[in-house]
T-cell receptor
């Protein structure tokens, strides 16, 4: 299994839809997980961090399944402004700061 | 708005040039990172500095030379680069230690090597 794998996408969804992305990881010792969004030609920006079973912030919910080693990101009531690439980041080294990213999932929200 | 700044935003250089990328953060973080990102790929870790000491070098060619003058600054010196080194170079910082070690990225320097 690759260190961090994400749904390949692209996901094209209408405004108002609910969409979910998955991210699987191989390092069972990882304690924290991160979702970043990256707009075209911009830097990754932290969307959510997950340390326990899950985290919720408005329309965004991240869930962690340690037994199956995956995290998911759920976006409810999609907005046009949610269109971006979503990167999953997982610490993979001996120190918590060696972050490995998945290839990202591209989301396009269409009117 | 990001609290990690990077200069320059864009850089075009020839294969014989020497240039430097600069990164600065004022969040009191003690870990700083350089990543390289090619188009449609995820960021790839290059170097990690922890408490101003190089702690991780991901087998990066010697034409890339990092430097951490103090806890707020991180430089990346470039010399004799190849066209395939053209990419977005991202700097990030984080607090060191603890489960909440979130990395925050700067806006990046878009490098083109001719």
């Amino acid at each position: 299994r690759k260190e961090v794998e994400q749904d390949p996408g692209p996901f094209n969804v209408p405004e108002g839809a609910t969409v979910a992305f998955n991210c699987t990881y191989s390092n069972s010792a990882s304690q924290s997980f991160f979702w970043y969004r990256q707009d075209c030609r911009k830097e990754p920006k932290l969307l959510m961090s997950v340390y326990s079973s899950g985290n919720e912030d408005g329309r965004f919910t991240a869930q962690l399944n340690r037994a199956s080693q995956y995290i998911s990101l759920l976006i409810r009531d999609s907005k046009l402004s949610d269109s971006a690439t979503y990167l999953c980041g997982v610490p993979s080294g001996a120190g918590s700061y060696q972050l490995t990213f998945g290839k990202g999932t591209k989301l396009s929200v269409i009117p | 708005d990001t609290e990690v700044t990077q200069t320059p935003k864009h850089l075009v250089m020839g294969m014989t040039n020497k240039k430097s990328l600069k990164c600065e953060q004022h969040m009191g973080h003690r870990a700083m990172y350089w990543y390289k990102q090619k188009a449609k790929k995820p960021p790839e870790l290059m170097f990690v500095y922890s408490y101003e000491k190089l702690s991780i070098n991901e087998s990066v060619p010697s034409r890339f030379s990092p430097e951490c003058p103090n806890s707020s600054l991180l430089n990346l010196h470039l010399h004799a680069l190849q066209p395939e080194d053209s990419a977005l170079y991202l700097c990030a910082s984080s607090q060191v230690g603890g489960i909440t070690d979130t990395q925050y990225f700067g806006p990046g320097t878009r490098l083109t090597v001719l």
